[in-house]
């Protein structure tokens, strides 16, 4: 008897298992298997004191003494464009804040929000993380989004497409989304 129950409790315990393990395998996502993908040009332009027209963002503290510029923070709201030209007409702003936080090495963190208000999309894509800017390519998170980006989740690859000193770069973001709800 106590044998049959046994045998009944491993069944059930078997079938459980193979639920669980077929709804995770049915969550697996594919990295080259976006649900949508935008490719888009981030233009930074610090402000450097004189600039009061042209500059997008600026430093809101200052370089400490430990060196790669480590705790700086810049403020930004930058023009977003669909190709490399920084005079294109913008397709969403990115408004938000990075910061150095490294002391033998340029390396940033970035917590931004994409802010569409186009005809084409209406919603805002919020990204975040470190940004290992020495590195040819690095993948942020993209944590969140609302409009027509609600609910979404995914990477965005940053690679830096050109950079003026400290006074102008451009980042090509990658955004893979893999989570769509719209
Ligand atoms: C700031 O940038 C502007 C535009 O590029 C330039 O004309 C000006 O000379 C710069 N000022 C300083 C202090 O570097
Ligand atoms: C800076 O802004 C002025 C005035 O809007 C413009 O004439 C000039 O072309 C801009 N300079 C750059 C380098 O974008
Ligand atoms: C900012 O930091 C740099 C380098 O540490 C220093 O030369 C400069 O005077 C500082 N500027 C201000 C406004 O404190
Ligand atoms: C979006 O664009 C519309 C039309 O240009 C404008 O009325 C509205 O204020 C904008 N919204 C935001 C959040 O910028």
């Known amino acids: 008897m106590s044998n049959l129950v046994q045998k009944s409790c491993f069944t059930i315990l ?25 490719v888009l040009y981030y233009h930074d332009i ?11 963002s600026a430093k809101i503290t200052n370089d400490s003494a430990l ?7 810049v403020v930004f709201d930058d023009p977003v464009t669909a190709d490399r030209r920084l005079h294109s007409p913008p ?7 990075y910061f150095y936080d490294k002391k033998d090495a340029y390396n940033a963190w970035f917590a931004y929000t994409l802010v569409f208000n186009s005809s084409e ?4 894509l919020n990204i975040m993380g470190a940004d ?9 998170s993209v944590v969140g989004g609302t409009g027509d980006f609600f ?5 965005a690859t940053f690679r830096t497409d050109e950079a003026q000193g400290d006074y102008y770069f451009r980042l090509e973001m990658d955004i893979k989304l893999f989570e769509c709800y719209n």
């Open 121 to 124: 999309y209406k919603g805002t």
């Open 132 to 140: 290992p800017l020495l590195e040819k390519t690095r993948d942020l």
């Open 91 to 97: 397709v969403a702003r990115a408004q938000g804040f």
């Open 14 to 38: 078997f079938f459980l298992l193979m639920i669980i393990s077929i709804s995770t395998h049915a969550k697996k996502l594919s990295p080259d298997k976006p649900c949508k993908r935008l």
């Open 67 to 73: 060196g790669s510029h480590f705790g700086m923070m």
């Open 151 to 155: 609910m979404a989740r995914g990477i």
């Open 46 to 56: 610090l402000f450097n004191g004189t600039d009061l027209a042209n500059a997008t």
